[in-house]
């Protein structure tokens, strides 16, 4: 009836039945109704589709990779194909064992060469895109620079370092460029592609160009960063190996590439495959752990590392 009175506690349940809370109930029920209004949004663990599709994303190639070498060594035995032509996966295997002291040596020099050209690249690369980003003077001036030592072929300039600097710096320099222009772009590119409505929204707010560098560009780069780090981590492999392979020094600062060269010579072809294998398995294992810190770093708020909601 119109003229009846409604009792308090009754309007308060329902509201609370409604989702919104009563007048008189405290914090920790606030909090807790909140809390139940998230878990009622969606679970925020791992569906079970995507933890069912990673198994797949990695036991699929382990299981196809298997595949390949059980059928290479089956050809190489049934053709009976001597080891200098095509050793077998088994005999490759043997050889890294035996010859691991030889091989894990020249390893870490490649690997060393590696990471330290993939510094100097990173440096390099994130400074002058950041220079471009803000100023088109600079942009102008130093970007044809970078597609010349992008478009040049590390071979065809590797011997006139090998002239001016010592075969160590030669090699270093040889990695440094191969690995610098992915670097630069992909990082130029997250640079140049922040959303404009959020710069809008810092200069209302007077903030210096600085500030919007680091609280809102660079963020905005960093997806576009880590796919030019994945990309040019294995570029500074490649050129390692054919700078070591333009300088050709033997001794004991020499890397994989001598010894896959030094194997050809003798026609010793299953350390010249287990050589391989070793820049394979670098290969990879740079491409995994530039892929893991993207995840790190980009997994908790950017759609490129989130696994998709269903």
């Known amino acids: 009836m119109s003229g009846e009175r409604i009792d ?4 308060g349940g329902a509201q609370g039945r409604r989702g919104n809370p009563s007048p008189d109930m405290d914090e920790a029920s606030v909090d807790g109704l909140l809390r139940s209004a ?7 663990s791992e569906p079970e589709g995507s933890r069912s599709n990673r198994l797949i994303d990695i036991g699929l190639p382990v299981f196809v990779f298997a595949l390949f070498l059980l059928a290479w060594e089956a050809i190489v035995g049934l053709a009976n194909i001597p080891p200098y032509i095509l050793p077998a996966p ?28 993939l510094a ?10 950041i220079l471009l980003a803000q100023s088109r003077w600079v942009e102008r001036a130093f970007l ?20 001016w600097l010592e075969p160590s710096t030669a090699v270093l320099v040889c990695a440094f460029i191969v690995a610098f222009f992915p670097i630069l772009s992909n990082t130029a590119v997250g640079l140049a592609s922040t959303d404009h409505n959020l710069i809008d929204l810092f200069e209302l707010y007077r903030a210096s160009r600085w500030k919007q560098l680091i609280w809102l560009r660079l963020p905005a780069a960093l997806p576009y960063f880590f796919s030019g780090l994945r990309i040019a981590g294995g570029l500074a492999l490649i050129g390692a190996i ?3 392979l333009a300088a050709g020094a033997a001794g004991q600062g020499t890397g994989l590439a001598f010894r896959i060269t030094e194997a050809g010579f003798r026609l010793n072809i299953p350390r010249m495959f287990a050589a ?29 590392a989130r696994a998709r909601e269903r």
């Open 38 to 44: 998230r878990n009622d949004g969606g679970d925020v």
């Open 90 to 117: 088994s005999v490759i295997l043997a050889t890294l064992v035996k010859d691991w002291p030889l091989l894990s040596a020249s390893l870490m020099v490649t690997l060393t060469i590696t990471f330290e050209a």
């Open 144 to 163: 044809p620079f970078a597609i010349i030592l992008q478009v040049t072929p590390v071979i065809a300039i590797a011997p006139l370092l090998l002239v």
């Open 242 to 244: 054919v700078a070591e």
């Open 276 to 304: 391989l294998t070793l820049i394979s398995l670098t290969g990879i294992a740079i491409y995994a752990l530039f892929t893991l810190l993207s995840n790190l770093f980009l997994g908790r708020w950017h759609d490129s």
């Open 120 to 129: 100097l690249a990173v440096v390099g690369g994130v400074g002058l895109a």
């Open 8 to 11: 308090p506690s009754l309007r």
